[in-house]
Protein backbone atom coordinates (compact mmCIF):
# COMPACT_ATOMS: atom_id res chain seq x y z
CA UNK A 1 0.00 0.00 0.00
CA UNK A 2 1.41 3.06 -0.89
CA UNK A 3 2.07 5.81 1.59
CA UNK A 4 3.03 9.62 1.76
CA UNK A 5 3.77 11.30 4.78
CA UNK A 6 4.55 15.39 4.27
CA UNK A 7 5.81 17.27 7.47
CA UNK A 8 5.53 19.98 8.43
CA UNK A 9 1.70 19.98 8.64
CA UNK A 10 1.65 23.42 9.10
CA UNK A 11 4.12 26.37 8.45
CA UNK A 12 3.92 29.94 9.30
CA UNK A 13 6.95 31.83 8.09
CA UNK A 14 7.82 35.06 7.72
CA UNK A 15 8.20 36.64 4.30
CA UNK A 16 11.93 36.66 3.11
CA UNK A 17 12.90 33.61 4.52
CA UNK A 18 13.48 30.32 3.41
CA UNK A 19 11.73 26.73 4.59
CA UNK A 20 11.72 23.45 3.03
CA UNK A 21 8.79 21.07 3.40
CA UNK A 22 9.76 17.00 2.87
CA UNK A 23 7.83 14.63 1.24
CA UNK A 24 8.79 10.88 2.35
CA UNK A 25 6.84 8.02 0.54
CA UNK A 26 7.04 4.46 0.62
CA UNK A 27 7.75 2.95 -2.62
CA UNK A 28 10.56 2.76 -4.95
CA UNK A 29 8.51 4.76 -7.32
CA UNK A 30 10.33 7.36 -9.60
CA UNK A 31 6.76 9.57 -10.17
CA UNK A 32 5.97 12.28 -7.19
CA UNK A 33 4.24 15.04 -7.84
CA UNK A 34 3.39 18.59 -5.75
CA UNK A 35 0.46 20.40 -6.15
CA UNK A 36 -1.07 23.70 -4.42
CA UNK A 37 -4.59 24.07 -3.17
CA UNK A 38 -5.67 27.87 -1.94
CA UNK A 39 -8.74 27.98 0.08
CA UNK A 40 -12.13 26.17 -1.09
CA UNK A 41 -10.21 26.09 -4.19
CA UNK A 42 -8.99 22.88 -6.30
CA UNK A 43 -5.54 21.88 -6.88
CA UNK A 44 -2.62 23.43 -9.31
CA UNK A 45 -0.07 20.92 -10.63
CA UNK A 46 3.34 22.77 -9.62
CA UNK A 47 6.06 19.88 -10.50
CA UNK A 48 6.36 16.54 -11.73
CA UNK A 49 9.56 14.49 -10.82
CA UNK A 50 10.23 11.65 -12.84
CA UNK A 51 13.92 10.47 -12.15
CA UNK A 52 16.09 10.19 -9.17
CA UNK A 53 17.90 13.30 -8.71
CA UNK A 54 15.37 15.50 -10.74
CA UNK A 55 14.93 19.27 -9.68
CA UNK A 56 12.57 21.67 -11.24
CA UNK A 57 12.27 25.08 -10.30
CA UNK A 58 9.43 27.85 -11.07
CA UNK A 59 9.58 31.39 -9.51
CA UNK A 60 10.52 30.60 -5.44
CA UNK A 61 9.88 27.04 -5.17
CA UNK A 62 12.19 24.64 -5.96
CA UNK A 63 11.29 20.52 -5.96
CA UNK A 64 13.75 17.78 -6.07
CA UNK A 65 13.49 14.23 -5.88
CA UNK A 66 15.58 11.28 -4.31
CA UNK A 67 14.26 8.35 -4.90
CA UNK A 68 17.31 6.24 -3.20
CA UNK A 69 15.88 7.87 0.17
CA UNK A 70 12.30 7.57 -1.23
CA UNK A 71 12.27 11.64 -0.33
CA UNK A 72 11.20 14.61 -2.17
CA UNK A 73 11.22 17.82 -1.07
CA UNK A 74 10.04 21.91 -1.64
CA UNK A 75 12.27 24.48 -1.25
CA UNK A 76 10.94 27.78 -0.42
CA UNK A 77 12.75 30.48 -1.08
CA UNK A 78 12.36 34.28 0.14
CA UNK A 79 8.81 33.63 0.80
CA UNK A 80 5.54 36.01 0.34
CA UNK A 81 2.21 36.39 1.33
CA UNK A 82 1.11 34.97 -2.39
CA UNK A 83 2.54 31.69 -1.61
CA UNK A 84 0.18 30.96 1.41
CA UNK A 85 -1.67 27.86 0.20
CA UNK A 86 -1.75 23.94 1.38
CA UNK A 87 0.87 22.23 -0.82
CA UNK A 88 0.28 18.89 -1.33
CA UNK A 89 3.23 16.04 -2.47
CA UNK A 90 1.67 12.92 -3.94
CA UNK A 91 3.41 9.28 -5.21
CA UNK A 92 2.58 7.58 -8.57
CA UNK A 93 1.71 3.77 -8.64
CA UNK A 94 4.23 2.65 -11.19
CA UNK A 95 1.58 0.09 -12.29
CA UNK A 96 -0.70 -0.12 -15.23
CA UNK A 97 -3.35 1.80 -13.90
CA UNK A 98 -0.93 5.04 -12.48
CA UNK A 99 -3.17 5.53 -9.38
CA UNK A 100 -1.78 8.50 -7.36
CA UNK A 101 -1.52 8.67 -3.67
CA UNK A 102 -1.80 11.73 -2.04
CA UNK A 103 0.10 12.97 1.26
CA UNK A 104 -1.93 15.01 4.15
CA UNK A 105 -0.74 18.44 2.85
CA UNK A 106 1.49 20.97 3.91
CA UNK A 107 -0.50 24.57 5.31
CA UNK A 108 1.95 26.97 4.71
CA UNK A 109 1.16 30.49 6.07
CA UNK A 110 3.50 33.78 5.14
CA UNK A 111 3.30 36.32 7.26
CA UNK A 112 4.13 40.06 6.23
CA UNK B 1 -11.83 26.79 -23.11
CA UNK B 2 -10.38 23.34 -22.53
CA UNK B 3 -11.10 22.06 -18.93
CA UNK B 4 -12.94 20.30 -16.54
CA UNK B 5 -16.22 21.43 -15.16
CA UNK B 6 -18.36 20.46 -11.70
CA UNK B 7 -21.44 21.37 -11.05
CA UNK B 8 -23.04 22.53 -8.44
CA UNK B 9 -20.37 24.29 -6.45
CA UNK B 10 -22.56 23.28 -3.31
CA UNK B 11 -24.83 20.65 -2.55
CA UNK B 12 -27.15 19.84 0.10
CA UNK B 13 -28.82 17.16 0.93
CA UNK B 14 -30.90 15.12 3.72
CA UNK B 15 -29.30 11.89 4.90
CA UNK B 16 -30.62 9.30 3.24
CA UNK B 17 -30.69 10.57 -0.41
CA UNK B 18 -28.58 9.33 -2.52
CA UNK B 19 -27.03 12.61 -5.19
CA UNK B 20 -25.48 12.19 -8.01
CA UNK B 21 -22.11 14.54 -8.68
CA UNK B 22 -21.71 15.85 -12.28
CA UNK B 23 -18.28 15.71 -14.04
CA UNK B 24 -17.84 16.68 -17.75
CA UNK B 25 -14.31 17.33 -19.25
CA UNK B 26 -13.67 18.55 -23.05
CA UNK B 27 -10.19 18.07 -22.73
CA UNK B 28 -10.58 14.67 -25.15
CA UNK B 29 -8.70 13.11 -22.19
CA UNK B 30 -9.33 9.52 -21.53
CA UNK B 31 -8.74 8.53 -17.69
CA UNK B 32 -11.01 10.53 -14.92
CA UNK B 33 -10.71 10.44 -11.55
CA UNK B 34 -13.02 10.76 -8.73
CA UNK B 35 -10.82 11.94 -5.02
CA UNK B 36 -12.65 13.04 -1.82
CA UNK B 37 -10.94 15.54 0.41
CA UNK B 38 -11.73 15.84 3.92
CA UNK B 39 -10.79 18.90 6.03
CA UNK B 40 -6.96 19.14 7.01
CA UNK B 41 -6.65 15.83 5.23
CA UNK B 42 -4.96 15.02 1.43
CA UNK B 43 -7.21 13.44 -1.71
CA UNK B 44 -8.45 9.90 -1.82
CA UNK B 45 -9.74 7.93 -4.91
CA UNK B 46 -13.00 6.59 -4.93
CA UNK B 47 -13.30 5.82 -8.56
CA UNK B 48 -10.98 5.84 -11.86
CA UNK B 49 -11.86 5.12 -15.17
CA UNK B 50 -9.23 4.37 -17.82
CA UNK B 51 -11.73 4.24 -21.42
CA UNK B 52 -15.56 4.58 -21.69
CA UNK B 53 -17.39 2.08 -20.15
CA UNK B 54 -14.89 0.71 -17.76
CA UNK B 55 -14.38 1.92 -14.48
CA UNK B 56 -12.39 0.82 -11.52
CA UNK B 57 -12.79 0.98 -7.90
CA UNK B 58 -10.43 2.90 -5.77
CA UNK B 59 -9.30 3.28 -2.31
CA UNK B 60 -13.08 4.27 -0.53
CA UNK B 61 -15.42 3.06 -3.26
CA UNK B 62 -17.88 1.58 -0.42
CA UNK B 63 -21.12 3.74 -1.04
CA UNK B 64 -20.03 5.42 -4.67
CA UNK B 65 -21.14 4.40 -7.54
CA UNK B 66 -20.43 5.67 -11.25
CA UNK B 67 -20.72 5.20 -14.96
CA UNK B 68 -18.76 6.35 -17.60
CA UNK B 69 -21.15 5.99 -20.62
CA UNK B 70 -19.39 8.77 -23.04
CA UNK B 71 -15.99 9.60 -22.80
CA UNK B 72 -16.41 13.45 -22.09
CA UNK B 73 -18.44 12.61 -18.68
CA UNK B 74 -17.68 10.54 -15.16
CA UNK B 75 -21.00 11.63 -13.03
CA UNK B 76 -20.33 9.85 -9.37
CA UNK B 77 -23.38 9.10 -7.24
CA UNK B 78 -23.32 9.36 -3.29
CA UNK B 79 -25.47 6.91 -2.30
CA UNK B 80 -27.33 6.21 1.36
CA UNK B 81 -24.88 3.69 2.09
CA UNK B 82 -22.04 5.71 2.46
CA UNK B 83 -21.81 6.62 6.21
CA UNK B 84 -20.08 10.00 5.94
CA UNK B 85 -20.87 11.71 3.31
CA UNK B 86 -20.38 15.62 3.56
CA UNK B 87 -16.81 16.35 2.10
CA UNK B 88 -15.34 18.28 -0.88
CA UNK B 89 -15.30 16.30 -4.24
CA UNK B 90 -13.24 16.47 -6.45
CA UNK B 91 -13.07 15.42 -10.36
CA UNK B 92 -9.45 15.25 -12.69
CA UNK B 93 -8.75 13.94 -16.08
CA UNK B 94 -5.45 12.78 -18.00
CA UNK B 95 -4.80 12.68 -21.49
CA UNK B 96 -4.19 8.85 -20.87
CA UNK B 97 -3.91 6.87 -17.52
CA UNK B 98 -0.37 7.05 -18.25
CA UNK B 99 0.36 10.33 -18.50
CA UNK B 100 1.77 12.49 -15.48
CA UNK B 101 0.03 15.78 -15.67
CA UNK B 102 -3.39 15.53 -13.89
CA UNK B 103 -6.14 18.09 -14.47
CA UNK B 104 -8.65 19.14 -11.35
CA UNK B 105 -11.83 20.22 -11.40
CA UNK B 106 -13.26 23.06 -8.94
CA UNK B 107 -15.02 20.74 -7.29
CA UNK B 108 -18.18 19.84 -5.31
CA UNK B 109 -18.63 20.57 -1.44
CA UNK B 110 -21.04 18.04 -0.47
CA UNK B 111 -23.05 19.11 3.00
CA UNK B 112 -25.62 16.13 4.02
CA UNK B 113 -27.58 16.69 7.09
Known amino acids: ELKVEQNPLFLSMQEGKNYTIYCNYS?????LYWYRQDPGKSLESLFV?????AVKQEGRLMASLDTKARLSTLHITAAVHDLSATYFC????????????FGTGTKLQVIP | DGGITQSPKYLFRKEGQNVTLSCEQN?????MYWYRQDPGQGLRLIYY???????QKGDIAEGYSVSREKKESFPLTVTSAQKNPTAFYLC????????????FGPGTRLTVT
Open chain 2, 92 to 103: ASKDTPWTHEQY
Open chain 1, 27 to 31: TTSDR
Open chain 1, 49 to 53: LLSNG
Open chain 1, 90 to 101: AEGDSGGYQKVT
Open chain 2, 27 to 31: LNHDA
Open chain 2, 49 to 55: SQIVNDF
